[in-house]
């Protein structure tokens, strides 16, 4: 059974900048992505980057250029990094990880972005 723990949410400014973790409790190298997620309130989740298992990044529009998904696999950890923080981010944030038939999910972490 895979266990994801996210972390690194709060509270921070507009402009602000914050690092996301989550840490998986096995190897990530063994899965085919990971992904971060995040739900707004009142609105569906949604997918905002993804990391293949090849290395490949994808960015949802609204982040691109301001957010970076990257990992460490000696330790198990999968990164957001979120510059430029906008109100409309503000969400509670979740981890993703597949592979082959299966998909897990961390509890997420909030965030959230104001003056």
């Known amino acids: 059974q895979v266990q994801l723990v996210e972390s690194g949410g709060g509270l921070v400014q507009p402009g602000g900048s914050l690092r996301l973790s989550c840490s998986a409790s096995?190897?990530?190298?063994?899965?085919?992505?990971m992904a971060w997620y995040r739900q707004a309130p009142g609105k569906q989740r949604e997918v905002i980057a993804i990391?293949?298992?090849?290395?490949?990044?994808i960015y949802e529009d609204s982040v691109k250029g301001r957010f970076t998904i990257s990992r460490d696999n000696a330790k198990n950890t999968l990164y957001l990094r979120m510059n430029k923080l906008k109100p409309q981010d503000t969400a509670v944030y979740y981890c993703?990880?597949?592979?082959?038939?299966?998909?897990?999910w961390g509890q997420g972490t909030q965030v959230a972005v104001s003056s």
């Open positions: 990391l293949t298992g090849g290395g490949r990044k």
């Open positions: 993703n990880a597949a592979r082959t038939g299966h998909s897990w």
């Open positions: 096995g190897s990530i190298s063994s899965f085919d992505a």
